[in-house]
């Protein structure tokens, strides 16, 4: 079953307004579709946000010990080194 409808009236530039609209037609699509795909971008980047949050959190709780950075970068020398690398 579809989750339930909730009707919003919202205020936005004018400008922001006309690119939207100019898009839309060109897409064929209506004006309900472009936000509710603005909104799922949003709420995915900050859902992304907290995550990253999360992760940074527990890496100052417990961060690489010297021997693990020193097993990382033995471990990644050789897939680097056939990189080519610009400066």
Known sequence: MPARAVKVAITIPESEFRQVEAIRKQLKTT??????RALEHWLTAQRDV??????????????????????????????????EWSR
């Open 31 to 36: 004006r309900s579709t472009v936000i509710l």
């Open 50 to 83: 907290q995550l990253d949050r999360r992760y940074q959190a527990a890496y100052r709780r417990r961060p690489e010990t010297p021997a693990e950075i020193d097993t990382h970068r033995a471990l990644a020398m050789p897939a680097l080194a056939s990189e």
